[in-house]
C-alpha cells in the first residue's frame, strides 16, 4: 500500500507496463470511451484509502512499515525519476508563491523539495531527512504558505492563536527561518504575517509581537512552553487555531534539552494538526519525537531525496587533511592563510572559546583580520556577525562548536545534583539556544577549517556541510595532530563505509609544502609566545563590551536600516599592542616557489569564478576620488580662495628665488 499510495516513481513505472502490455494496449484501442479502466483505477484509489485507513488505527507499526517500503523501493524507475529536474510550476503551488519564487530566481526544486512539497499538500505528517544544504527550510514553508493562502482567500482563517508553529533549536536559525518566510510573503498580495519570539525578549515584547495574532510563529519550543505557562498563548486557543506544525532541525531539538517543553506543548495540539519533522540525520530522538507528536508518518528515506555519497559529504566538496603537532597549528594556519594557499571566504572551527580569541590575535599580529562567532555574544550581535560574513565585509570567521556536550558529559559522570548545578552554570555562561554547526546558513563560505577536530564523526559531517551549499564547490581541511588520530580514523571509517570502499575519501592537502612552513616557523613561534592568557582574558573581556555595545545599537538601527551591515566592525583589532609593520607581508625570499605556483593557481582560480573583494563606500574627496577625510576645522581659513591661491604663489615664487641663490 505504502508503494502505491506514496511515491509517483511507482505510479509512473505501473503506468509503464500498461503502456508497454501488447495485450492490454490492443484492448484499449478496442475500447470507445475507455471507462473501464478509468473505474478500475478508481477502484485501486479506494482500496488504497481503506488501507490506509486500516494503517492508521494500526498507530507506531504501520510508520515504520512505511519506511520500511520507501527504504527499498523505486529501483531504475527511481533512478530515472531522480534525474528528472522538475520546476515549482508542476507541484501545484499557490500562484502568488509561483511569482515569489520567479522573483528570486528559484526555478527548479531540489530533491527533497519534489518529494516532500506534494505529501505535505495532501495533508500527510512527513518525516524527512535530506543532507544540510539541500532546500529543507522551502520544503516546508511553501506548502504550509500555500494552505494558508488558500484558508485566506476563502475567509476559513481562525485568528483565536498563530496558525502555524514552525519550532527550532536555536536563536539563529529561529530569525533565519523567518526572513526565508517575510522574503516569500513579500510577494504575496494576501496579508499573511510571520514573527519570530525568543526566551531573550521581554513578556511584554512577546505579547506586543503576538498580538493580532499573527499567522505563523518562528520560535524554540522553550520559548513557546512559557508563553503557554505564563498565559500569553492560552493552550485553548491553540486547540482551536493550529492546523500545521514544522519541526525544523528535529534531530537538535532533544539533543537542547526541549523534551520537557515539546510535551508541555502535545496536550494543546488539536489531533487535526499536520506535523512535519525535518532532519539531516537519523537517530533515536527522531523516533521518539515521531511517536510524541506525529500520526502514521510518511517517512521520506536517503534513497528518495538524493545519493547516499552526497547525504553524507556532498561530491562537489574535497576533503583534505593535514598531520601536524598540536602546537604547530598556529604555524599551519598562518601558511595556509598569508600564502593565499585556500579560497576566501573560510570558517574556522575550534572547540574552545579561549583557543578562537587566542588564534584570532595570533592571525592580527599578521595583519588577517578576522572575527570570533561564539555563545557569549548578544544575540544582536551573533546575527549581525553572520549577515556581516555573508555579504563578505570580512574573509575570515572563528566559530566555536558548542561545547555543552562536554560539560554535561562530564556532568554525568557526577550525581544528579552535581549535574544539575553543572548545568545551571552552563546555562548562565552559555546561550542555551545558541548552535553555529547545524542549521546556520553561511553563505558562499568556499572552504571550512577544522584548527581542532570534532568529538565525533557527525561533528564533522555537519561542519563540513557548512561548504558546498546549492551545489557550489567547496574544500575542507583537518589539523589533525597525533591526539586526534583516532577520531579522524572513526571519521574516515564512516565516510568508506558510505563511499563504498573508497579508500582516499579525505586526502593529503598537496599545496602546502614542509620548506612553505619551515620558512614561517620562527616569526610564528615567536608571536605564539606573546599571546598569552593574560592576553586572551583581556581580550574577551574587550570583545563582549564592544559587542554590547553594538548590540545595543544594533537593536534600534538595524530595525529600521537593515541594509547598514557595515555600520559596525566585527573584525576590527583586539590588541592595544602596536602590530610591527614587518608582520604584515612575507619577504619574497621566504617564499617556497612550489608554494608561490600553488598560490598563484589559487589565485587564478579565483580570478575566474568571479570571486572580487566587497564593494566598500566611496570616502568622499578631491573629485570623488579615494582621498582621506579631513577635518573641517583644522583646514578651515577665514582666507577667501582667490587669497589662498595668491599667497601660495608668492610662497611658492619665494622659494624659487632662494633656490637659485643657493645654487649660484
Known sequence: MAKQRSSRK?????????????????????????????????????????????????????????????????????????????????????????????????????????????LILEGKDVVAKAKTGSGKTFAYLLPMLHELLKLSSEGRIRKSAPNAFILVPTRELCQQVHNEAASLLEFCTSKLRVVQVNASMSDKDIKVALSGPPNILVTTPACVAACISKGIIRGSSIKESLSMMILDEADLLLSYRCEDDLKALVPHIPRSCQSILMS??????????????????????????????EDVVPKNVQQFWIPCDAKDKMLYILALLKLELIQKKVLIFVNSIDSAFKLRLFLEKFGIRSSVLNAELPQNSRLHIIQAFNARLFDYLIATDDNKSKVEMQANKGNKKDSKVSRKQLQQTLDAEFGVVRGIDFKNVFTVVNYDMPPDPAGYVHRVGRTGRANKTGASISLVSPEENDIFEDIE????????????CISPFPLLTKNAVESLRYRAQDVARSVTTRDIKEARRQDIKNEILNSEKLKAHFEENPRDLDLLKHDKLLSNKEIPAHLRDVPEYLIDPTTKEASNAVKLSRAAMGIDKPRRRKRMGFKGGSGKTSDPLKTFSAEGKSRRRGRNERDGEQDRRKRKKVEG
Open 10 to 118: 511507482h505510479r509512473k513505472a505501473a503506468e509503464q507496463e500498461v503502456e508497454n502490455d501488447d495485450e492490454v494496449t490492443v484492448a484499449a484501442e478496442k475500447e470507445e470511451d475507455g471507462e473501464p479502466a478509468a473505474a478500475s483505477h478508481d477502484d485501486e484509489e479506494a482500496d488504497g484509502a481503506v488501507e490506509e485507513d486500516v494503517e492508521r488505527e494500526e498507530g507506531a507499526g504501520g510508520g515504520e512499515e512505511e519506511a520500511t517500503d520507501a527504504a527499498t523501493g523505486g529501483g531504475e524507475e527511481g533512478k530515472e525519476e531522480e534525474e528528472r529536474e522538475v520546476r515549482f510550476d508542476e507541484l501545484g503551488l499557490d500562484e502568488q508563491l509561483k511569482r515569489a519564487l520567479r522573483k528570486k530566481g528559484l526555478d527548479k526544486a531540489t530533491p527533497i523539495q519534489r518529494e516532500a512539497i506534494p
Open 280 to 309: 539531516a540525520t537519523s537517530s533515536a530522538d527522531i523516533e521518539k519525537l515521531t511517536k510524541l507528536l506525529l500520526h502514521n508518518p510518511f517517512i521520506l528515506t536517503l534513497t528518495e531525496v538524493g545519493h547516499a555519497k
Open 493 to 504: 571509517n564512516m565516510l568508506k563505509d558510505v563511499e563504498k570502499g573508497d579508500t582516499r
